[in-house]
């Protein structure tokens, strides 16, 4: 998804009340994230490594991105009950626009997938519809 797209998405959804975000923070994290990207890619070094903190020997990862790894990486393994839970129980501590986005990004993955695929997993197009409402349930509730 391209940059121009995320925004433009952003907007919309904030126009029609799905959720309030500050638009500068949000571009703000986008550059931030290209940035480190190009860093990362100019220097050699790839996404994660970019994340460590030399001084300190840490890893820096925010919650936010740390759920879309997570995300990912149980959709890989086919564990999609599992990704779906640990993703509404942190949009349920924290409606942020990242989490928002991982949460679409999720549902149109699956979306994606036929309905013998999904049911090899224990999940469902019907189950794909009830997340998002409910997905954009918690976010009106935000207001």
Not at 22 to 38: A, F, M, P, T, V
Not at 77 to 82: L, P, T, V, W, Y
Not at 83 to 112: P, Q, V, W
């Amino acid at each position: 998804m391209t940059v121009s797209i995320v925004i433009t998405m952003i907007k919309v959804l904030t126009k029609l009340g799905v959720f309030k975000v500050n638009e500068n923070d949000y571009i703000q994290r986008i550059i931030k994230g290209i940035s480190n990207l190009l860093v990362s890619i100019a220097a050699g070094k790839n996404a994660v490594e970019s994340c460590i903190d030399e001084s300190t020997n840490s890893v820096v990862i925010s919650e936010d991105k740390l759920l879309e790894i997570m995300i990912k990486r149980y959709m890989n393994e086919g564990k999609i009950n599992e990704a779906e839970d640990m993703l509404f129980e942190e949009i349920e501590t924290n409606r942020s626009a990242k989490n928002l986005e991982t949460a679409l990004y999720f549902y149109k993955e699956l979306n994606e997938w036929d309905e013998k695929r999904l049911s090899k997993y224990n999940f469902s197009k019907r189950e794909i519809v009830e997340g998002l409402k409910e997905v954009r349930r918690l976010y009106e509730n935000n207001k």
